[in-house]
């Protein structure tokens, strides 16, 4: 009789377990969440809320002010980019040329550039995700910011944050 009792217990707690998981998916349902997928995280930019606003992904304001040149004679010689040229293409890409120096000469690197994210921050800045693609294959992850009267444009690849003091970080002004 002992072992009957407990296998009823045993079936009694398991049954109350499914039907408090079946309650549970029901209330994710009727509240609009699934309990079952994992959210990606945000890009986190440092000092700012994790709020995003999405924004369209293609053709759209952010691209617009992202084409053009933006250029920063500091980095004349440094080992990076001192010039960068967006050009937006016809199939939703931007066209990708930077060089070594702010008057256009060193070397020269082209590619494309492809939106994964774009959001606006809490200060009205647009902010990206991006993936850069150079015609010889190399590419990267970027995250970029721009200000919100278009003058100025902050980048940062290989982090999961933009961060002035942080490596890899660039900051360039429109020409």
Request: charged share 25%; proline share 5%.
């Amino acid at each position: 009789m002992k072992t009957f009792d407990r296998c009823l217990s045993l079936f009694t707690l398991i049954f109350a377990l499914f039907l408090l998981g079946s309650c549970s998916s029901l209330m994710e349902g009727i509240t609009g969440g699934t309990g079952k997928q994992a959210e990606e995280k945000p890009v986190k930019v440092v000092g700012e809320a994790e709020e995003k606003k999405p924004i369209p992904v293609s053709g759209d304001a952010s691209e617009q002010k992202l084409v053009g040149t933006w250029i920063n004679p500091k980095y004349n010689g440094e080992g990076r980019s001192a010039k960068l040229e967006y050009t937006l293409k016809p199939d939703g890409t931007i066209r990708y040329v930077a060089y070594d120096n702010d008057d256009g000469s060193g070397n020269k690197f082209e590619g494309t550039i492809t939106y994964k994210e774009k959001w606006i921050d809490s200060q009205g800045r647009i902010c990206g995700k991006s993936m850069v693609t150079l015609s010889d294959g190399m590419s990267w992850e970027t995250l970029d910011r721009i200000s919100v009267d278009g003058k100025t444009l902050e980048v940062q690849s290989g982090t999961p944050n933009i961060d002035p003091n942080g490596p890899r970080y660039s900051i360039y002004y429109r020409q």
